[in-house]
C-alpha cells in the first residue's frame, strides 16, 4: 500500500472512531425523560446513564493511552473498539436501568482506550508538513460530535426509539474493526514497561475526584460522600505525582509540565471543556424547558453554535501550520467567552431564536479555533515516541473540565433558580452561563496581562515551542515541533 493510501485509510478509520467515542459523550440526555418511562428509572438513575460514561472514559483515559504504549498502539484501539462496541449493543438491549448504567461504563472503559491512541495513530501517519490539517480536521471531528450529541439523540428519540441511539454504533464498529486491522499500522511507545504503580494511583484518584463531581449536586459539595472522594482523590493524584518523579519509566513524564506551551494548553482545554459542556447542558434544556421545543427543536437550534466546527476547524488546522497554535488558542476563547457572556445578556424567557444566532455563531467560531490546534500543540511539544503519553493527559484534563462544568454551573443554577417556571429557570441558567463565560475568558485575560509587561514581549523559552511546522522539526529530540522555534504560549 502507497503511503498516500495509507495515510488516507487512518485518517478515515481514526477519524469515524473518535466521531462515534466522542457523540456518546452527550447522545443520551435528549433521551432521558423516554429511558425514566420505559426503564421505571429515579432521577439519581438517569442521573449515572450519563455519568457511568463520563466517569468511566475521564478515569481511564491515561490507562487507555499507558497501554497503546505497551501493547501496541494498533493491537489496543482494536481491543478499544470492540469493547466499545459490545458495551452498545448490551446499552440497546438493556431490560433495567441497572443494565444501561453498567453497559454505558462498558462503552467509556472501550471509549477510553480509543480516544487517545486515534490521535497518536493519525499523528504517526501523516508528514509534517499535513500534520496541522489533519489534527484541525480530528479535533472538529470531536468537537463536532460532543456538540450535536443532543441533536441526533432527539432525533433518534423521535424517529426511531431510543435503543437505536446505541444500535447505531454497532454496525460501524463492526465494520470498522476489520478495516483498523488491515489498515492500520502498530506502533508502541519507547517505555516497554507498565506502570503499574501510576496507574493504580492516577486511576483512584481521578475517580474519587470525578465520583465526587458528579455526586455534588445531588448530595451536597460538603457531605462526606462527596467531600470525602474529592479529597482523597487529590492526595492520591499528588501521591501519583511525586511517583511519576522518581519512577524509571513513568507513566507521565512530569518534564512534559516544565514547557511553558503543554501546560498552558492543558490549561486551556480545561476551561473550554468547562464552559463548553456547562453551557450546552443548561442550553439544551432552556429550548425544551421554556420555549417548549422538542428534543429534536432544541438540538437543531443549537446548530448554530455546534456545527462551526466541521466548517471553521479544518481552515483553523491549516493556519495554525502558518502562524502558530498561541493566537488560535486565544482568539477563540476570548470569541467563545464573548458569545457566552452575549447569550447571558439577552437571555428571558421569550427571547427570539434570531437574537441568540449571533451569539451562538460567535461562540461556535470560538470553540472551532480552539478544537484545531489543540492537540497539533500538545503533540508538539514531545517526542513521537511520547504522543500517547502527552494525547491521554490532554484528553483527560478536558474530560474532568467537562464534568467540572457541568457539576458547577448546575450547581449555580439550583442555587438560584429552579424548573418551578420558566422565568426561574431562566433567573438560574443567566449566572450560571456568566461562570462558564468567566473560566473561558480566563485564558485570553491572562494573555492580555501578559502582553502589558514589556519584559514579557520579548522573553521566549525553546520548552514552549507550539505545534507542528514543516520548517521546524526539533532535531535534536525528535519532537515534531510546531510553530517558529521560541515562540511560546504563555
Same mark, same amino acid.
Given at each position: 500500500?502507497?503511503?498516500? +493510501?495509507?495515510?488516507?485509510?487512518?485518517?478515515?478509520?481514526?477519524?469515524?472512531?473518535?466521531?462515534?467515542?466522542?457523540?456518546?459523550?452527550?447522545?443520551?440526555?435528549?433521551?432521558?425523560?423516554?429511558?425514566?418511562?420505559?426503564?421505571?428509572?429515579?432521577?439519581?438513575?438517569?442521573?449515572?446513564?450519563?455519568?457511568?460514561?463520563?466517569?468511566?472514559?475521564?478515569?481511564?483515559?491515561?490507562?487507555?493511552?499507558?497501554?497503546?504504549?505497551?501493547?501496541?498502539?494498533?493491537?489496543?484501539?482494536?481491543?478499544?473498539?470492540?469493547?466499545?462496541?459490545?458495551?452498545?449493543?448490551?446499552?440497546?438491549?438493556?431490560?433495567?436501568?441497572?443494565?444501561?448504567?453498567?453497559?454505558?461504563?462498558?462503552?467509556?472503559?472501550?471509549?477510553?482506550?480509543?480516544?487517545?491512541?486515534?490521535?497518536?495513530?493519525?499523528?504517526?501517519?501523516?508528514? $509534517?508538513?499535513?500534520?496541522?490539517? +489533519?489534527?484541525?480536521?480530528?479535533?472538529?471531528?470531536?468537537?463536532?460530535?460532543?456538540?450535536?450529541?443532543?441533536?441526533?439523540?432527539?432525533?433518534?428519540?423521535?424517529?426511531?426509539?431510543?435503543?437505536?441511539?446505541?444500535?447505531?454504533? #454497532?454496525?460501524?464498529?463492526?465494520?470498522?474493526? $476489520?478495516?483498523?486491522?488491515?489498515?492500520?499500522?502498530?506502533?508502541?511507545?519507547?517505555?516497554?514497561?507498565?506502570?503499574?504503580?501510576?496507574?493504580?494511583?492516577?486511576?483512584?484518584?481521578?475517580?474519587?475526584?470525578?465520583?465526587?463531581?458528579?455526586?455534588?449536586?445531588?448530595?451536597?459539595?460538603?457531605?462526606?460522600?462527596?467531600?470525602?472522594?474529592?479529597?482523597?482523590?487529590? #492526595?492520591?493524584?499528588?501521591?501519583?505525582?511525586?511517583?511519576?518523579?522518581?519512577?524509571?519509566?513513568?507513566?507521565?513524564?512530569?518534564?512534559?509540565?516544565?514547557?511553558?506551551?503543554?501546560?498552558?494548553?492543558?490549561?486551556?482545554?480545561?476551561?473550554?471543556?468547562?464552559?463548553?459542556?456547562?453551557?450546552?447542558?443548561?442550553?439544551?434544556?432552556?429550548?425544551?424547558?421554556?420555549?417548549?421545543?422538542? $428534543?429534536?427543536?432544541?438540538?437543531?437550534?443549537?446548530?448554530?453554535?455546534?456545527?462551526?466546527?466541521?466548517?471553521?476547524?479544518?481552515?483553523?488546522?491549516?493556519?495554525?501550520?502558518?502562524?502558530?497554535?498561541?493566537?488560535?488558542?486565544?482568539?477563540?476563547?476570548?470569541?467563545?467567552?464573548?458569545?457566552?457572556?452575549?447569550? +447571558?445578556?439577552?437571555?428571558?424567557?421569550?427571547?427570539?431564536?434570531?437574537?441568540? #444566532?449571533?451569539?451562538?455563531?460567535?461562540?461556535?467560531?470560538?470553540?472551532?479555533?480552539?478544537?484545531? $490546534?489543540?492537540?497539533?500543540? #500538545?503533540?508538539?511539544?514531545?517526542?513521537?515516541?511520547?504522543?500517547?503519553?502527552?494525547?491521554?493527559?490532554?484528553?483527560?484534563?478536558?474530560?474532568?473540565?467537562?464534568?467540572?462544568?457541568?457539576?458547577?454551573?448546575?450547581?449555580?443554577?439550583?442555587?438560584?433558580?429552579?424548573?418551578?417556571?420558566?422565568?426561574?429557570?431562566?433567573?438560574?441558567?443567566?449566572?450560571?452561563?456568566?461562570?462558564?463565560?468567566?473560566?473561558? +475568558?480566563?485564558?485570553?485575560?491572562?494573555?492580555?496581562?501578559?502582553?502589558?509587561?514589556?519584559?514579557?514581549?520579548?522573553?521566549?523559552?525553546?520548552?514552549?515551542?507550539?505545534?507542528?511546522?514543516?520548517?521546524?522539526?526539533?532535531?535534536?529530540?525528535?519532537?515534531?515541533?510546531?510553530?517558529?522555534?521560541?515562540?511560546?504560549?504563555?
Amino acid at each position: 500500500m502507497s503511503t498516500k +493510501a495509507l495515510t488516507i485509510w487512518t485518517f478515515v478509520v481514526t477519524s469515524v472512531a473518535v466521531f462515534m467515542v466522542s457523540l456518546d459523550n452527550l447522545v443520551v440526555t435528549t433521551a432521558l425523560p423516554v429511558i425514566k418511562h420505559d426503564l421505571g428509572a429515579s432521577l439519581q438513575g438517569l442521573e449515572w446513564t450519563v455519568n457511568a460514561y463520563t466517569l468511566t472514559f475521564a478515569v481511564l483515559l491515561l490507562t487507555g493511552a499507558a497501554l497503546g504504549d505497551r501493547f501496541g498502539r494498533k493491537r489496543m484501539f482494536l481491543a478499544g473498539l470492540a469493547l466499545f462496541t459490545l458495551g452498545s449493543a448490551a446499552a440497546a438491549l438493556a431490560p433495567s436501568i441497572d443494565w444501561l448504567v453498567a453497559a454505558r461504563a462498558l462503552q467509556g472503559v472501550g471509549g477510553a482506550i480509543v480516544m487517545p491512541l486515534t490521535l497518536t495513530i493519525l499523528s504517526g501517519a501523516v508528514s $509534517p508538513a499535513r500534520r496541522g490539517l +489533519a489534527l484541525g480536521v480530528w479535533g472538529g471531528v470531536a468537537g463536532l460530535a460532543i456538540a450535536i450529541g443532543p441533536v441526533v439523540g432527539g432525533a433518534i428519540v423521535e424517529g426511531v426509539s431510543w435503543q437505536w441511539i446505541f444500535w447505531l454504533n #454497532v454496525p460501524i464498529g463492526v465494520v470498522l474493526l $476489520p478495516i483498523a486491522w488491515r489498515r492500520l499500522t502498530e506502533s508502541k511507545g519507547t517505555s516497554r514497561s507498565l506502570d503499574l504503580p501510576g496507574l493504580g494511583l492516577v486511576s483512584v484518584g481521578l475517580f474519587g475526584i470525578v465520583w465526587g463531581l458528579v455526586r455534588g449536586n445531588a448530595h451536597g459539595w460538603t457531605s462526606l460522600g462527596v467531600a470525602g472522594p474529592i479529597a482523597a482523590g487529590i #492526595v492520591l493524584v499528588g501521591a501519583f505525582v511525586l511517583w511519576e518523579l522518581r519512577a524509571r519509566e513513568p507513566m507521565v513524564p512530569m518534564q512534559f509540565f516544565r514547557k511553558r506551551a503543554f501546560s498552558a494548553a492543558n490549561v486551556t482545554s480545561l476551561l473550554m471543556s468547562f464552559g463548553m459542556f456547562g453551557a450546552i447542558f443548561l442550553l439544551a434544556q432552556f429550548f425544551q424547558v421554556v420555549q417548549g421545543y422538542s $428534543p429534536l427543536q432544541a438540538g437543531l437550534r443549537t446548530l448554530p453554535w455546534t456545527a462551526m466546527p466541521i466548517f471553521i476547524a479544518p481552515i483553523a488546522g491549516i493556519m495554525s501550520d502558518r502562524i502558530g497554535a498561541r493566537p488560535l488558542l486565544v482568539a477563540g476563547m476570548a470569541l467563545m467567552g464573548a458569545g457566552l457572556a452575549w447569550i +447571558a445578556v439577552i437571555s428571558t424567557p421569550t427571547v427570539a431564536y434570531g437574537r441568540l #444566532v449571533p451569539a451562538f455563531v460567535m461562540a461556535g467560531v470560538g470553540m472551532s479555533l480552539y478544537f484545531a $490546534p489543540v492537540a497539533n500543540l #500538545v503533540l508538539g511539544t514531545v517526542r513521537r515516541s511520547e504522543e500517547g503519553k502527552a494525547s491521554g493527559v490532554n484528553n483527560t484534563v478536558r474530560e474532568v473540565g467537562g464534568v467540572f462544568g457541568v457539576a458547577v454551573l448546575a450547581s449555580v443554577f439550583s442555587a438560584a433558580g429552579s424548573y418551578v417556571s420558566s422565568q426561574a429557570f431562566v433567573n438560574g441558567m443567566v449566572p450560571a452561563i456568566w461562570v462558564g463565560a468567566a473560566a473561558v +475568558a480566563l485564558r485570553p485575560a491572562w494573555r492580555a496581562s501578559r502582553r502589558r509587561r514589556p519584559e514579557a514581549a520579548s522573553t521566549t523559552s525553546p520548552a514552549g515551542m507550539v505545534s507542528a511546522r514543516s520548517s521546524s522539526t526539533n532535531a535534536t529530540d525528535g519532537c515534531a515541533a510546531g510553530g517558529p522555534v521560541g515562540r511560546t504560549l504563555d
